[in-house]
């Protein structure tokens, strides 16, 4: 998804129909430096990576694979 071609303005939605608010999250060096990777690649930054993939997470199936620790 590209960025609009207008100014930003301070809480007002650029590219969804909400602002961003800042969230924290607990990552592992690894993940934020796949998530930087491809932000990069991407031209978005990091947080868009998140958005994007959040959104898209309506469409995977409900029950996700559970990891065990063996």
């Known amino acids: 998804m590209a960025k ?3 100014k930003s303005m301070r809480n ?3 590219m969804y129909d ?3 608010q800042p ?3 607990s990552l592992t ?3 934020v430096n796949r998530l930087d990777s491809y932000a990069k690649i991407h031209g ?3 947080s868009e990576v998140v958005e994007q993939f959040a959104r ?3 469409h995977l199936p409900a029950q996700l ?3 065990s620790n063996h």
């Open 4 to 6: 609009p071609k207008h």
């Open 12 to 14: 007002q939605p650029e």
């Open 18 to 20: 909400e602002t961003k």
């Open 23 to 25: 969230f924290t999250l």
């Open 29 to 31: 060096p690894t993940a």
């Open 44 to 46: 978005i930054s990091r």
């Open 56 to 58: 898209r997470l309506e």
């Open 65 to 67: 694979p559970t990891q």
